[in-house]
């Protein structure tokens, strides 16, 4: 059976400012640096169907999921909406997505602790909003519009095609966890420090790679899999879809306006786009509180990866790596097994001790003591995280045991996809690509849900953001669990 192949883009700009998602302090879009987007691409197959829809946004939660796939199904009765998998690039540089009925969003770490706040003292946003600027409500209605419109645009408009499976390689991502003597670990850590000892984990330079084309061999669309988030503005008070934006800007001129490009973050939890090693400071100041450097040592190295400069150096790394590798395919396929499977866990919430949740009551009491005599901003929610985000799921643990997800395994020709919706670190990657029976395997995260980083055995140990129990879902035992689940059921894929 021939395969069928159906491409679609629509933007994610809207006509107002926006609330950019994604950072402890509030941030206003001043300009768009590079338009935001929603790509989808439909596939058909002996008898099999998905359609895969990449959004240049900081997150895919569980309630866009859902709305998005009955937006779809009020459009399109022909496929199931259970085969559309959505997923985030992970930019945050994006619109701010709340829910139906969703105000101008402060986090819920923030909402605690206002409730520790004196008499007389309130939380006070950094910036304000006003008509302006787009609500949360609006963001969620406009996002989920535009998957169900793109996804349904991909699949009415598929086509005879062709593909090639390929793989590149280009640095993009490192590990972002600094280690040190003492046992203990920072995301961000400074390196140039006496106790420095080793960055928590590896990294992975590869690309995984599809090339679509039509019937007669012309260049449709390329997908893209890289274990990075899209994250080097992230500090920045513009819209931007990040290094996607400039790779895919780069790509539509060598190959025309008309080509798509799929953006798959891979493994990344533990992963950024920056060199904790030759670390080089930001061009302009930014405002996150966990990025210092007092010791700062000029180095020879990449430009700032804060800022446009790194943009466009790893925008053309990624872009001439697949447009090299293009240029060296010889086989096109216009057939494949085709398989795709979704999978509903119950994974287990970690949890908060009695005396994690105490300690966490006493250290917010104390930190808001210390600083009664003032107002409280976003440096003050950074700084009590760890012990608001605790009390959370402490309260949280009282009614819920297990975190439902959703996960997707697909079997195209001698590649597999694999889906889960955590930031999930690259050790676990490296276990599922490493076992897996595939030739090729995508791991694809942030997809299907929005559960925050599922960090290993070893960071929790270490401690520090990403690691907290506030920073995610699940624990180790989750990520475990996850990826005995992930070879199993593709390694069933390609022996069934």
Not at 159 to 178: C, K, T
Not at 332 to 345: C, D, I, L, P, Q
Not at 470 to 477: I, M, V
Request: hydrophobic share 40%; glycine share 6%.
């Amino acid at each position: 059976m021939s395969i069928l192949i159906g491409w679609a883009e629509e933007s994610l700009v809207p006509e107002k400012k926006v609330s950019l998602a994604g950072q402890f302090y509030e941030r206003i879009s001043e300009f768009v640096e590079s338009e935001i987007s929603v790509t989808a691409m439909a596939v058909e197959a002996d008898g099999e169907e998905m359609i895969i829809v990449s959004c240049d946004t900081g997150e895919a939660k569980d309630s866009v999921v859902l709305a998005a796939r009955e937006k779809f199904a009020e459009m399109n009765e022909e496929v199931d909406p259970e085969k559309i998998i959505i997923c985030a690039t992970h930019t945050h540089t994006s619109l701010e997505i709340g829910d139906r009925g969703a105000q101008f969003a402060v986090s819920s770490t923030a909402r605690i602790l206002e409730e520790f706040l004196p008499e007389g003292r309130k939380y006070i946003a950094r910036v304000q909003t006003d008509e302006t600027v787009l609500s949360p409500e609006e963001g969620f209605e406009l996002l989920t519009d535009k998957i169900a419109l793109a996804a349904d645009r991909a699949w009415k408009g598929r086509s005879e095609a062709l593909y090639a499976n390929e793989f590149g390689r280009a640095p993009v991502g490192m590990n972002r966890r600094v280690c040190y003597n003492d046992g203990t670990a920072k995301m961000w850590g400074d390196t140039n420090s006496a106790n420095f000892i080793s960055l928590e984990g590896g990294n992975d330079s590869g690309i995984e790679l599809i090339y679509t084309f039509d019937k007669n061999k012309k260049l449709t669309g390329i997908v893209a899999n890289i274990a990075c988030p899209a994250q080097i503005l992230e500090q920045r008070s513009f819209i931007s879809a990040d290094f996607w934006g400039r790779a895919k800007a780069n790509l539509r001129e060598k190959f025309g306006q008309d080509i798509h490009l799929l953006a798959l973050c891979g493994a990344a939890g533990d992963q950024c786009p920056r060199d904790l090693v030759r670390w080089v400071n930001p061009e302009t100041p930014i405002c996150d509180p966990h990025v210092s450097r007092p010791n700062y040592i000029e180095r020879k190295a990449d430009p700032s990866m804060f800022d446009i400069s790194g943009c466009n150096k790893v925008g053309r790394r990624i872009s001439n790596e697949i447009i090299s590798v293009f240029e060296e395919i010889t086989e096109y396929k216009s057939e494949a097994v085709f398989r795709h499977t979704v999978t509903h866990m119950d994974m287990p919430l970690r949890k908060a001790t009695l005396g994690d949740y105490e300690e966490a009551v006493r250290a917010i009491e104390a930190y808001v003591e210390k600083n009664k005599d003032r107002d409280f901003d976003f440096e003050d929610n950074a700084k009590t995280y760890i012990h608001t985000g605790t009390i959370a799921r402490f309260r949280r643990q009282q009614t819920e045991e297990v975190v439902p997800i959703e996960c997707h395994f697909v079997r195209f020709g001698d590649v597999a996809f694999a889906t889960n919706p955590y930031e999930l670190y690259q050790d676990y990657a490296n276990v599922m690509k490493a076992r897996s029976l595939a030739r090729q395997t995508f791991i694809v995260q942030l997809a299907c849900g929005s559960h925050a980083y599922l960090a290993t055995k070893k960071a929790e140990e270490h401690g520090h953001f990403s690691a907290y129990i506030a920073s995610g879902d699940t624990g180790y035992e989750g990520g475990n669990l996850l990826t005995r689940k992930t070879i199993t059921e593709i390694n069933k894929l390609f022996t069934e």
